[in-house]
């Protein structure tokens, strides 16, 4: 039970860590000055949304996502939500490309040979069908965000009164909202393609309490930081790049290495949520339907991976308070 609780909440953990979010980008959208608050309600949400939707593709022993959606939505929504979804994850995955192109910009690999790269790998993923996505969440993930907090708290140990909460100061509050509803949809696309593989409520609860509480601290940990780098934040289209600024080449190298990483296996989710609900009308191989997707989505990713995040991450983050 253990065993598997941790393979779904590094799978949760993937979806979330991608290029928005493990490259500060997509905090920084969202939280910023006085956002502790906002952090911690935050946490309590989506580990409750979390476990809601565990439980309901668990009980429908769902292949993809659409019966989760009609449980939370009844049928009529349910209409307009897959559609959403649909696009939601397209976008998405386009914003995870561009991101796989702009993170290697800084060990000098150009922008289009880095989405490349990328697409070239999520369809060779496909190959083992879903197992292949959540093989590859299991080996990087832990990697990724040990790496990511020693930087964090190393950050913080060189920088006084970092970890301090005014909580007479907290006005940014209602943004947990917004941000726990931008995760909402992809988490629905990912969780309902398991259900059929969740064998116990234990695990539900392992993967829900485990993934929410880890994302609450990294989430605090990392916003803190930004915030007092905010002047540097601007300048960099990547923001954990001004953490990172004052460090050895070797860990900006590794770091960017680790991010793309985590880039790859967000974009996978995304693949994942989409050739599994296009599977049941085309009956292609994953593979196959992941290459289709893959070569409409490269002419997309021309308008910029930041450009991209500011300007579709808010939308789906009102959009999705519905749901």
Request: proline share 3%; hydrophobic share 55%; net charge positive.
């Amino acid at each position: 039970m253990i065993k598997a609780g941790l393979k779904w909440m590094f799978l949760i953990l993937g979806t979330m860590i991608g290029a928005g979010y493990a490259s500060g980008r997509e905090l920084w959208q969202f939280f910023g000055q006085e956002s502790a608050v906002a952090i911690g309600l935050f946490t309590l949400l989506f580990i409750i949304s979390t476990y809601v939707m565990m439980m309901l593709s668990y009980k429908g022993q769902t292949i993809h996502y659409k019966p989760v959606l009609e449980k939370l939505l009844g049928g009529k929504m349910t209409i307009l939500y897959d559609g959403m979804i649909f696009i939601y994850l397209f976008t998405t995955t386009v914003v995870m490309l561009a991101g796989g192109g702009a993170a290697l910009i800084a060990v000098g690999i150009p922008y289009w040979v880095g989405i490349l790269l990328i697409s070239g790998c999520l369809v060779l993923l496909f190959i083992r069908g879903n197992k292949g996505v959540i093989s590859i969440n299991i080996i990087i993930i832990p990697l990724l965000i040990l790496l990511l907090v020693g930087v964090l708290l190393k950050f913080g140990q060189t920088t006084k009164g970092l970890w301090i909460i005014d909580f007479t100061h907290q006005s940014n509050w209602t943004s947990a909202f917004t941000f726990t509803a931008l995760n909402v949809l992809p988490l629905a696309a990912i969780l309902g393609a398991i259900g059929r593989e969740i064998k116990s409520k234990g695990e539900i609860w392992i993967a829900a309490l485990g993934s929410g509480l880890l994302l609450g601290i990294i989430s605090f940990l990392y916003n803190e930081s930004l915030v007092h780098v905010g002047n540097d934040v601007m300048i960099y289209e990547m923001p954990l790049f001004a953490l990172l600024k004052n460090y050895p080449y070797a860990m900006t190298f590794v770091m960017t290495v680790l991010l793309w990483c985590a880039i790859y296996t967000t974009a996978a989710s995304g693949i994942l949520g989409l050739v599994t609900r296009i599977k049941k009308v085309f009956h292609r191989p994953l593979w196959e339907i992941a290459l289709g997707l893959v070569l409409i989505m490269i002419p997309f990713t021309t308008v910029g991976f930041a450009k991209l995040i500011t300007i579709l991450y808010p939308i789906y983050g009102i959009l999705n308070l519905y749901s």
